[in-house]
């Protein structure tokens, strides 16, 4: 599409929006009294108002039934987990039974690297990108201690090229060879958190697997921002969050995902607990662990419901968009955006502002990151006070992330022009 600088421009692509009523059904934070240009729904999604009846409900059903709410409640919280993965399978392209909403991000990545990370003498690299998100580090890394070995000797990170903000896949898939035979997984972010680069996960598993190795992702920035297909892709695990695109709330439930060819078996070493103990026999109180022959057999505490119900509320609004209809929406989103900052460049005669998210379609979501080659922090103190709500990271980036659900085409033209005229009064 041929995209014009012209707020009337902005205004046409909101008016044709065939997902603008959805922008209703979200609270938007007020700064001065005025609605704020929220972009970062990349770090914290913003709050559905159908969201506190969800959460009232379960109270509710808590005051009226106390225990018996585990089996009497609207949902059963006994089942409340089994309401998440028909949802979800839309939105990361999985079986239902690949899918269980359980615990916290950071959590569900290590019981994952448990079952799935086995290093052996031969086998005991993990394949990771450079600067993942330090959580994640840290969890390479701790997991490497349990299993006594040296983090340093243990964790191959992959850079980008020397004055590129982003990574190649081919120095990816240069590293699985030259490390092949002695690594046990390979691990990325779906999208770097950083940079907003999507990696090829389809590639990159392939080439995992061809090297004998396992292929796991991060999805906390691709979760209900990017279209996956972790089943056919044939991913043999991943995890997620709820409350960056997925709206569910800080600190929500996080989501796991584990290849069928996996799901039965039981031989898979786990930290188990009784919620992933096979259902019809949990109260008999046994000794015995059986897993649920699903994704299920992960868990291993009852159901946050509280927590949970605030993802239900998200996600029903998830189904009723469509999840394509989101992606095609945030990919137009943020191709205005970069328009947007090439025409400021442009019109300054100058460079100012370096986008370092990938400009190919295929590699981005929503979020673009912008390197500020100027005045990055007088630029943001503006933007703050105009009511934009975006992500400052030292040294000078600023993440953008404009999202289908409640974003329009005419907050990005308005971000562009703060920041053009702030550049304008400095020069
Ligand atoms: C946001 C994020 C986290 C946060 O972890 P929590 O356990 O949810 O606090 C971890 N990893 C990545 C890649 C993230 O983007």
Known sequence: MNFEKTIEFAQKLDEKDTLKHFRDKFYIPMVNEKESIYFTGNSLGLQPKSTQDYVLNELEDWANYGVEGHFHARNPWVSYHELFPEFLAAIVGA????????????????????????????????????????????????????????????????????????????DILEAINTHGNETALVIFGGVNYYSGQVFEMQ??????????????????????????????????????????????????????????????????????????????????????????????????????VLSMSAHLASLEIFAEAGFHHLVNKGKQLSAY???????????????????????????????????????????????????????????????????????????IYTFGEIIQNTLQNIQ
């Not at 201690?145 to 090229?161: A, F």
């Not at 061809?210 to 990017?226: P, Q, R, T, W």
């Not at 991943?238 to 060819?261: D, E």
């Open 203 to 304: 590639t990159i598993c392939k080439a995992a697997h061809e090297a004998g190795a396992i292929c796991g992702f991060d999805l906390a920035h691709a979760a209900g921002n990017i279209a996956l297909e972790l089943h056919d892709w044939n991913v043999d695990f991943a995890c997620w969050c709820s409350y960056k695109y997925l709206n569910s709330g800080p600190g929500g439930v996080s989501g796991a995902f584990i290849h069928q060819r996996y799901i039965s078996d039981s031989s898979i070493p786990r930290l188990s607990g009784w919620w992933g103990h096979d259902k019809d026999s949990r109260f008999k109180m046994g000794n015995t662990f059986q897993p649920i022959p699903t994704a299920e057999g992960w868990q291993l505490s009852n159901a946050p």
């Open 95 to 170: 079986l239902p039974e690949e899918i269980v909403v359980m615990n916290q991000l950071t959590v569900n990545l290590h019981l994952l690297m448990i079952s799935f990370y086995r290093p052996t003498k031969q086998r005991y690299k993990i394949i990771c990108e450079a600067k993942a998100f330090p959580s994640d580090q840290y969890a390479f890394q701790s997991q490497a201690i349990l299993h006594g070995l040296n983090p340093k000797d243990v964790i191959i990170e992959v850079h980008p090229k020397e004055g590129s903000s982003y990574i190649d896949t081919a």
């Open 337 to 411: 955006l970069i328009f947007i900052i090439n025409e400021i460049n442009h019109s300054l005669n100058n460079k100012v502002i370096e986008i370092i998210t990938p400009s190919n379609e295929n590699e981005r979501g929503c979020q673009v990151s912008l390197l500020m080659l100027k005045d990055g922090k007088k630029i943001f103190d503006e933007l703050i006070k105009a009511g934009v709500i975006a992500d400052w990271r030292e040294p000078n980036v600023i993440r953008v992330a404009p999202v289908p659900l409640y974003n329009r085409f005419e907050e």
